[in-house]
């Protein structure tokens, strides 16, 4: 099993349509938490942050469970650009900041 | 500012031939990290540089693998003897210190392909 797993999509979706990501991790030391963007061959760029009180940055918002060790991301009236991969990402344990990466949901937004 | 530097950006080699793969880290980030990408796998982790403590290697995946980074800014990333199996995007990543809420900014990568 994974320590991080995403289901993959596609998520082909229209312009304007609200999309959620699910993630789930399996090391509960875990302490960091986040959302990452990668458009294609293109390297990976923070999206944000997720805290455990769940946070919101415009059209996006994540919230982590830490009970039940999963994490999502909510998109509110998706843009073309909006197109991408969307990785999660958790830290490996709570003393080092080793990234452990999801492999990521590709979501399409049509037209 | 300028953000990671990564060179060369493509690099094609033959089975057993050593590569080497450098990262320029933002400027005033103590905090170094290499990663590989391949096909359809999520990033792994390879191993890790803070400060002047020794680097964390547990995720370097062979001893064909190695990391050095001098005077504390840029890493280089050397892969002995590759193997068809290398081939991946090798990614680097610098932040500020080794704190775990410290944001780890990418640099373009390197899409290494072994012959």
Redesign the interface.
């Known amino acids: 099993r994974k320590e991080v797993e995403q289901d993959p999509g596609p998520f082909n979706v229209p312009e304007g349509a609200t999309v959620a990501f699910n993630c789930t991790y399996s090391n509960s030391a875990s302490q960091s938490f986040f959302w990452y963007r990668q458009d294609c061959r293109k390297e990976p760029k923070l999206l944000m942050s997720v805290y455990s009180s769940g946070n919101e940055d415009g059209r996006f918002t994540a919230q982590l469970n830490r009970a039940s060790q999963y994490i999502s991301l909510l998109i509110r009236d998706s843009k073309l650009s909006d197109s991408a991969t969307y990785l999660c990402v958790v830290n490996r344990d709570g003393a080092t900041n080793k990234l452990i990466f999801g492999t990521g949901t590709l979501l399409a937004v049509q037209p | 500012g300028a953000g990671v530097s990564q060179s060369p950006s493509n690099k094609v080699t033959e089975k057993g031939k050593d590569v080497e793969l450098r990262c320029d880290p933002i400027s005033g980030h103590t905090?170094l990290?290499w990663?590989r990408q391949s096909l359809?796998?999520?990033?792994?982790?390879l191993i890790?540089f803070q400060g002047n403590s020794a680097p964390?290697k547990?995720?370097l995946p062979s001893d064909r693998f190695s990391a050095e980074r001098t005077g504390g800014s840029v890493s280089t990333l050397t892969i002995q003897r590759t193997q068809q199996e290398d081939s991946a995007v090798y990614?680097c990543a610098s932040?500020l210190s080794?704190?775990?809420?410290?944001?780890?900014?990418?640099?373009?990568?390197t899409r290494l392909t072994v012959l």
């Open positions: 905090a990290y990663y359809g796998q999520g990033l792994e982790f890790y964390d547990s995720g990614l932040s080794g704190m775990i809420t410290d944001t780890q900014y990418f640099g373009p990568g």
